[in-house]
């Protein structure tokens, strides 16, 4: 397989997240990497590899105290149903 060099300009962010893995080196970027895509599964994968869990309950509070998370999700339901009652009476007046 031929293989052609050329330039690419990379924000910012784009950037940052390559020169940990390139170094002092030249950044070589595929371009299935320049999308940021392999970027943010290589981030998920590491996250998912350090063992510690990704969600922790005391971070969040409201669940537990409506329920567990069938009846939090619920009461967002009826919260935002109600919402869009009152927007549509509003709209009908």
Known sequence: MAHKKTRAVLSEARSAEVDPRAGTKI????????????ARRRRLLEILSR????????????IE????????????????DEASMRRIRLKRR
Request: proline share 10%; charged share 30%.
């Open 65 to 80: 105290a409506a329920g567990g998370a069938a009846a939090w999700v619920r009461k967002l339901r009826r919260e935002f």
């Open 51 to 62: 063992g510690a869990p990704a969600w922790d309950p005391a971070d969040h509070p409201e």
């Open 27 to 38: 950044k070589i970027v595929l371009p299935s990497e320049a999308d940021g895509g392999q």
